[in-house]
């Protein structure tokens, strides 16, 4: 059943209305969590997963920011080599992707996640890929995506990251219609994008990781609008049930919303914790102000 995969989507054409004025000149995908930006969590954890090709939906206006970061800096690396600063200079390198592994495609308007995805269909239509939305920053050892490489291994089709929201909140997600639970594994015979709580058919909501099969762009070509007027991602996975095998994994990890402001912060407490050097100092802050 393994075919590998080695291509992933990065959606970043979004407007980040909930962080103007912050993303008003730079893409919310560039803001910081800790040391790095929620951009190159999301390139390294494509790599542990064995991802081999980075493609960056974007615009005009975003695509020369994220271009520059991943890119070489010869001035910079000179500059830290000279001054003995290896340690800075292995950072550097990890956040620099050859030429041949980044491309870039624009989304003109931003029309919804299908239409982000839609957009990167000649890199992507021959094969499954991942998507990752990096907003959503996920803490996991291994990574959410190997997780999921895991179980498409076994099952092929589409693999979703899922996890339970508050009753209160399904109107935020693609909440799955569940038919059968397996361990970690669900199989669900629907997806409903932004249901009501009173609507909705269960609380399991997919987060911004999933493995496609390329059925999906026959859905996605038609370009239909579903929830709030944009063409949705979940319609297109909805639409494929009983053509491709169709799973939920409920992944091992911590996932912050770092499209919100509450799970950004959150997720600079939960990572500069991780940091070995500001560990202490941050624990310290946080005790004399709880
Ligand atoms: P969000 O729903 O978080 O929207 O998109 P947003 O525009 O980024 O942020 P807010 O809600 O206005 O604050 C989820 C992901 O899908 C991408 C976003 O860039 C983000 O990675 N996206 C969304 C697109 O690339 N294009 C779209 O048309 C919509």
């Given amino acids: 059943m393994s075919t590998s995969i080695t291509k992933v989507v990065f959606p970043i054409a979004g407007l980040g209305t909930r962080f103007l004025p912050a993303t008003k000149a730079i893409p919310k995908e560039m803001l910081p969590v800790a040391d790095r930006p929620l951009i190159q969590y999301a390139v390294q954890e494509a790599l542990e997963a064995g991802i081999e090709e980075f493609i960056f939906v974007t615009n005009p206006t975003n695509h020369p920011i994220l271009e520059s970061h991943f890119s070489a800096n010869a001035d910079l690396e000179a500059t830290l080599a000279e001054r003995g600063k290896t340690a800075e200079l292995k950072i550097v390198a990890e956040a620099t992707l050859g030429d041949d592994q980044i491309k870039f495609c624009y989304q003109d308007e931003p029309l919804g996640l299908g239409h982000a995805v839609w957009c990167a269909k000649e890199y992507v239509a021959d094969g499954p890929f991942a998507v990752i939305l990096p907003d959503d920053l996920i803490q996991a050892k291994p990574g959410c995506l190997k997780q999921m490489m895991d179980v498409h291994a076994q099952r092929g089709g589409n693999v979703v990251a899922v996890e339970n929201v508050a009753p209160n909140l399904t109107n935020r997600y693609g909440i799955l219609d569940v038919t059968k639970e397996d361990g970690p594994l669900v199989e669900a015979k629907g997806l409903v994008e932004k249901p009501q709580p009173e ?40 639409a494929t049930i009983g053509e491709v095998p169709f799973h939920g994994l409920r992944f091992e990890g911590t996932r912050y919303d770092c499209g919100s402001m509450y799970g950004f912060v959150e997720a600079n407490v939960a990572f500069g914790l991780e940091r070995s050097s500001q560990s202490q100092e941050m624990r310290e802050y946080l005790k004399r102000h709880l």
């Fill in 199 to 238: 609507d909705a058919p269960s609380t399991l909501s997919i987060i911004g990781r999933y493995i496609l099969d390329g059925q999906v762009f026959a859905h996605l070509d038609k370009g239909l609008t579903g929830a709030g007027g944009e063409i949705q991602l979940t319609d297109a996975i909805s």
